[in-house]
């Protein structure tokens, strides 16, 4: 199911063309009616007054059915372009990451001696660090 709205749709209008009525002779015998003919019975008209409102609904509803197509269409346009926006931000991203892991194993590489120094001016690191609390002098 790779359209599940163009399924949606095909199912609509086939219950819509399904809901008529089929055209069947109804015969009047006095005070009876029956779909078999009888002596002196009369044929009645059981055509729909309906009928074209029913017409106008269906032509109503498959204007609708294409406008909400169209909707999504239209939606799904702008969620595949955010998706290949975030793609290239993500892969943007891990190339920097990338970069800079390469520094890092270059530069621990090179200063194996300043490495061994202790370091005077250390940065916090850049992610959270659980610390015990300071205790309370009485």
Known sequence: MQNPILLATVLVAACAVSTGASAQ???RCGNTYSQT???GGKTLDTTSP???SSVARKQAV???NKRQMEAAKAMEKARLAQEAEAMKRHQAELK???E????AAKGATAGTASAQ???KNKKPPEFFT???APTEKP
């Open 100 to 103: 800079e892991k390469n520094k």
């Open 50 to 52: 309906n009928a074209a």
């Open 62 to 64: 498959d204007k609708e």
């Open 130 to 132: 659980a610390k015990q």
């Open 96 to 98: 920097a990451m990338e």
């Open 37 to 39: 003919p009888c002596g």
């Open 25 to 27: 002779k109804v015969y």
């Open 117 to 119: 120094a202790p370091l």
